[in-house]
Every structure is written in C-alpha cells, then in structure tokens.
C-alpha cells in the first residue's frame, strides 16, 4: 500500500541508523539498501554485491491501526535463515516497534552488547507516536531531493517538532533537508542566507537534546564551510565520524572539505570511504567523479560521472558536469544535450527555452568556436544574475575561460564581499586554471582561508 510506503521505508532507514553506531558492525547506507527495494533478489547476489555477511529482510502489512513487521536474518554466503521474528503492534507503538527490532538484531549480530550500547540501540527519541509517523514521512520525502519533496519534508518535520519539540531527530531532519536545499534548486543569496541560518539553528538545537547524534556536527561542518571557518569544519567532519564511522555522507562531505582545500589524495581516500558504505549513492558516485576531476584525471572523472547518470538518470548535477568535460573536449553537441538534459530535470528550463538556448550556442559555435560559446554562456549567466539566482562566482569563471582577466577578478571580489560559497572551490573549480598563477589569485586563495 503505497499510502504506508514511508512506514516501511523510515523504519528501514531508522534501523540502518541505529545499528550503523555500533563500532564493531559495518552497515551498508540507506541509498544502496533501497536499490534493492521491491526487487527479487537472493541474499547471496546482495551480499556479493555489497560486500555483506548478512541480510536483513522485512515485510509490513498494516490493517487499520495495526501492523504487523515479519523479519528474518539471512546468512549471505547460503542464503541460511539465521534467525527470525514477528512483531505486532498498534500504529501508536511504531517507536516501541523500531526499539526492539533494533536490539533484537543487534544481539543477534554481536555476542553482547555494553550497557552503552544497548542503550544508544534501544532509544526513544520520542514518545508521541504523531511526531514519529510525521518525522518518518518527512524522511521519506527528504531521501527524494526533488525541491517540491524538499519542501514537504520541512513541513513534516517542522509538525514533528512542534507535536513533540524535544524530539531530536526532527531538528536532525531540519537540519538536513535546509543544508542540501541550496545545492538542490536555484535560491537567491537571501534564500541561501536564511536555509543556512535555519541548518544552523535546528542542528544546534539537535545536539542540545542529543549530543550523541552525529548528522548535526556534518551540518554544522558544512555550515562552517560556508562561513569560510574550515578549521571547525574539519572538526565538526571529525567529530561525526567519531560518533558515527558508518555514516556516508560525513565521510563524503569531508571529502569535499579536503578538496577545497587541496589535500586531494585525502580527499580521494574519504569518498572511496563513502563509496565502500553506500556504492549505489547517487550524490556518492558523482562525487567519486568530482574528486577525479579535482586531481586532475578527467577520463576517469567521465567514466565516472556517465556510471552515475546509468545509476540515476533523473539526477540533474551529472548530466551538467558530464557537459562541462563535452567541453573541454570541443564535443559542443554532446556537451549541449547534456546541459539541456540537466536544465530540464532542475526545471531551470521550459522545453522551448532550452530549444532556443541550444540553437543559440550552436549558432555562436559556428560563428565563432569556442570563444563564441563562452560569450554565449556569458550572456545567459548575467541574465541569471540580474534575476537573483546567479552568482558572481560563475560569471567570474566565464571571464576566466575568455582571457579577460581583469574581468574575472573583478566578479571574483564582488563574490569575495557576498562572502558566497562558491569562493571555497575556488582552487578546485577548472575553469580558473588561468588564473592559478597571478598573484591576484593567490591572495583571494589566503583572503578566503583556502592556503592551509
């Protein structure tokens, strides 16, 4: 029923949470998990697939205000049962439900829990049965990151929290779904502004009731992030991988963290790290790419980014970065059905404004090559800017790919006093290649705090 499809999937991804805290326990992440979601296929394929000894295999039935969860533990090396339950309860128990699954499973993979453990496994988060259903629909929205499920995930949060304001994990789903937000849909620099301030806030807040979580301190990282404080937000990655190993995404955003800032081989080794506990992320994957590009090895970086289209072919970042390196490589049609592709899954784009846009850089290819194309890409970046959802950043990096100099620093200062995000990649982002060794370059490079 897919009206109860996010109870089966938020105590899916609640019990991966909760046992991926256990030190000695390797949990595979939520992405690769529900790849196989609906599928038939044995424990032994999956556990050759995800490099598992085990499997957990679930199935809810709910009738009115009952539900009723049949689980089995399944050896992947023969596809043996290793042990089994049934659980009955009433809707109003769901987190009741999650708890003893939880320490249920867990004893069943480990000789013995400490009394640390057991407890951390068998928390209640909240005893209002409402605030967990509306956290678990919020979760089941924000695992979509389409800007319209985006918003509906803040909304159920924000009701879980108001029904049950010491709930932590509604502010960790706040917290969250505001730090992606910018990087999901086009915002203006006050959106931006005020989606960062409310990350910050609710990941504050979520450490007050619960200081063992660790998805607040990869906010508050990637909050540090933008506010140029690299030295917390090294901290902050370190202090959510110390509460969490198993947790993807911390490992992944760090990895953009050591980017920005140049330690590339640590780089490489934090999202092949995230790669090992989530291989079918999609935001995973592409990031393996990115981190290929930073270094410089851009045929694996294409590879890359074309294995993450194959993954996801309705994630819109790959399409545009897969263009970019079209490029590079004077393959403009390729480059341009890329770009066009992206546009129009970001809705940045109606089909008949992206028909144009590609006629255009078509035309400018032909007249002109690629010094055409770039004042093209000019024109429709100013355009975005004087809307309010371009950055002076990118109309920086143009004039950089153009040879105006002079031109592209001066939007890179006019990014520098927006203190905007997009300056940590400064040392990072290819298209400022020429720029590199001027002067003016490396004293934006120590202004920003990117020269450690």
């Known amino acids: 029923n897919n009206e109860y499809e996010y109870l089966s999937d938020g105590l899916t991804e609640t019990l991966i949470n909760n046992l991926s805290q256990l030190p000695d326990l390797s949990v595979k992440a939520r992405s690769s998990v529900f790849s196989y979601k609906g ?28 539900i009723t969860l049949s689980v089995e533990l399944v050896d992947a090396r023969n596809g ?59 979760l089941f929205h924000w695992n979509k990151r389409t ?44 959106e931006t502004n005020e989606a960062n301030l409310k990350a910050k806030a609710a990941a504050l807040r979520a450490l007050e009731l619960d200081n063992s979580l660790a998805e607040p301190h990869t906010v508050l990282a990637l909050v540090n992030t933008g506010e140029w404080d690299f030295a917390a937000a090294e901290n902050e990655f370190k202090r959510a991988i110390e509460l969490n190993p198993n947790y993807a995404t911390a490992h992944q955003w760090y990895s953009e963290l ?48 074309k294995k993450t289209i194959e993954l996801s072919p309705d994630y819109p970042m790959a399409y545009w970065y897969l263009a970019d390196i079209y490029v590079e490589r004077g393959m403009y049609e390729e480059s341009f059905a890329m770009a ?15 028909e144009r846009k590609t006629s255009e850089l078509r035309q400018a290819v032909k007249a002109q090559g ?8 000019l024109e429709y970046e100013m355009a975005w800017y004087e809307k309010g959802i371009g950055t002076p950043f990118y109309v920086a990096a143009i004039y950089a790919e153009l040879g105006e100099k002079d031109k592209a620093f001066e939007w890179l200062e006019k990014a520098y006093v927006d203190r905007a995000f997009d300056l940590t990649n400064l040392k990072t982002n290819r298209r400022f290649r020429s720029l590199r060794s001027d002067p003016r370059f490396q004293d934006l490079v120590r202004r920003i705090g990117l020269s450690q």
């Open 39 to 66: 599928k038939n296929v044995s424990p032994q394929q999956i556990g050759t697939e995800l490099a598992v000894g085990a499997v957990l295999n679930g199935r809810l039935l709910q009738r009115g205000d009952n």
């Open 80 to 138: 043996n049962q290793i042990w089994g339950e049934q659980y009955s309860h009433k809707l109003v128990d769901l987190t009741a439900l999650q708890s003893s699954i939880a320490r249920d499973v867990s004893n069943k993979l480990q000789k013995k829990l400490t009394a640390t453990e057991g407890r951390q496994i068998a928390k209640k988060y909240t005893t209002d049965s409402e605030a967990y259903q509306l956290y678990l629909k919020g």
């Open 147 to 190: 800007v319209d499920d985006l918003k509906t995930a803040i909304r159920y949060f924000d009701q879980a929290r108001e029904k049950d304001p010491s709930f932590a994990l509604a502010y960790v789903g706040l917290a969250l779904t505001y730090s992606v937000l910018p990087s999901n849909t086009l915002l203006t620099k006050e």
């Open 258 to 305: 050591l980017a920005r800032l140049g330690r590339n081989d640590e780089a490489l080794v934090e999202i092949k790290r995230a790669y090992e506990l989530d291989p079918f992320s999609t935001a995973v994957n592409m990031n393996v790419g990115l981190r290929y590009a930073d270094a410089g090895r851009a045929d694996e970086a294409f590879t890359q980014f």
């Open 340 to 354: 066009s592709k992206g546009n129009l899954l970001l809705k940045v784009e109606t089909p008949e404004s992206e």
């Open 370 to 377: 690629v010094e055409g194309y770039w004042r093209k890409m």
